[in-house]
């Protein structure tokens, strides 16, 4: 038989020593018992294996939550990039540097969005409402908005919803059950985020509804977030007035979306995608 060698680094030169730790204990009827350990004297240092080995478990412990505090933190951070619902890409590209004012109402609202963007990450609670003209830019402005937030270190998730694309596919869920897009997939989502836009409401109704007053699962999921999300800040977005939206949805519905808001309205800004074309 070969003769085995163990390896110089696993070589310990260990001996019992005569002193005793007596921070072990055990219950026995009741009573704390203390169980005294033998210390031991490993590479010339007096040590008690049993602490040796206590400590060893809260450093494997500690750093195992360390790692799974990390990949939340991550979960979380990824929310805005892996689960955002957007009409189109192109927003994709928006941020606060692109946002480009020309006009004081612009550049008023710019200041008033950057402005919100500091009171949200300093925990004030409250909705950001955009309201105005298709095309003013308020998508660009929510979602540049959100992104801040999200870029900003807290360990906060972010989430921006177009409400149109949203409804279609909690729609096709319905006939679809292969679908992870139900109705209960976006009302936990939307409910966890810690800041959510819901972008474009009431675009949903003149597409998904047969008449312009909103049917019965949109009014349902939106009435759930704002249920979940009564401590939470939510941004919105709308080109319609507070009267056509009272028109179409349950008003105490419409009533939560805009519960201690900070409005934001745009009256002159034109479209803007339309700014590089001459007539
Ligand atoms: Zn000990």
């Known amino acids: 038989m070969e003769k085995l060698t163990i390896p110089e680094t696993l070589q310990k030169n260990i001996t019992y020593h005569s002193e005793v730790c007596d921070r072990h204990t055990y219950i026995k009827a009741g009573q704390e018992i203390v169980k005294p350990i033998q210390k031991m004297v490993i590479d010339g240092e007096l040590v008690c294996p049993r602490c040796e080995l206590e400590q060893g478990d809260r450093k494997l412990q500690e750093a195992t939550q360390k790692e799974y505090d990390e990949f939340l933190k991550q979960k979380k951070y990824n929310t805005f990039y892996n689960r955002s619902i957007l009409a189109d890409n192109t927003i994709l590209a928006a941020t606060l540097e692109n946002y ?13 969005v950057m402005e919100s963007i500091s009171r949200l990450k ?110 939470k800040s939510t941004l919105i977005t709308t080109n319609l007035s507070s009267e056509t939206l009272f028109r179409m949805y349950d008003k105490k519905l419409v009533s939560r979306l805009f519960r201690n808001p900070k409005f934001v309205v745009f009256k002159e800004t034109k479209d803007k995608r339309m700014n590089n074309i001459p007539f």
């Open 100 to 112: 480009h004012v020309e006009h004081q109402e612009e550049r008023k609202n710019k200041q008033t």
């Open 122 to 231: 300093n925990g004030q609670v409250f909705n950001l409402i955009l309201q105005g003209n298709q095309g003013a830019g308020k998508s660009h402005l929510a979602y540049a908005a959100l992104r801040e937030l999200n870029e900003s270190g807290l360990d906060v998730s972010c989430l921006f919803v177009n409400v149109e694309s949203m409804m279609r596919l909690i729609k096709d869920s319905f006939n679809n059950k292969e679908s992870r897009y139900t109705e209960n997939y976006f009302v936990e989502l939307m409910s966890e985020a810690d800041y959510l836009a819901l972008d474009d409401i009431g675009a949903e109704t003149g597409a998904i509804g047969t008449d312009k007053i909103a049917t019965d699962f949109v009014q349902r999921v939106l009435y759930a977030i704002t249920t979940t999300r009564q401590d």
